[in-house]
């Protein structure tokens, strides 16, 4: 078994894709009314319109329509790959911060959500 696609439900669809797309730079790989399927790597990730958005509710990680999940991204250059995001206007929730490692390299990482409160963090290795 392995994991092929993740799938996140959106209040604001054009906000989603321009935040996936443009600031994360993710490609798409098809998109249908309501829905976009974003190339992220070994799995996809499936933006789907949320039908509360229509009728005008908002969603958001406290309102208990998401569950509290994280989508970890890696990158081969986190230094880089930080400071280009921040620059793209990604609000990181503090700096880059040692998750594991060992005598020769760590995994660093940081959190920040996407437009819909979603849970996401850049991680990467580098040399200690």
């Not at 600031?23 to 998109?31: C, I, P, S, Y």
């Not at 790597?41 to 908002?58: F, N, R, W």
Request: glycine share 10%; charged share 20%.
């Amino acid at each position: 078994m392995r994991l092929t696609s993740i799938t996140l439900h959106v209040a604001d669809l054009p906000r989603a894709r321009k935040f996936y797309e443009q600031t994360l730079g993710l490609k798409l790989k098809v998109a249908f009314p309501g829905m976009a399927v974003l190339d992220a790597g070994y799995v996809t990730i499936s933006l789907i319109q949320h039908g509360a958005a229509a009728a005008g509710v908002k969603l958001a990680a406290s309102s208990g329509l998401l569950a509290e999940t994280e989508l970890v991204l890696e990158v081969p250059d986190i230094h880089g790959s930080f400071r280009d995001l921040k620059g793209r206007g990604v609000a990181f929730e503090g700096d880059l911060r040692a998750i594991s490692g060992d005598s020769n390299r760590q995994l660093l990482g940081a959190p920040f959500r996407d437009p819909d409160g979603h849970i996401l963090a850049l991680t990467g290795w580098a040399t200690s």
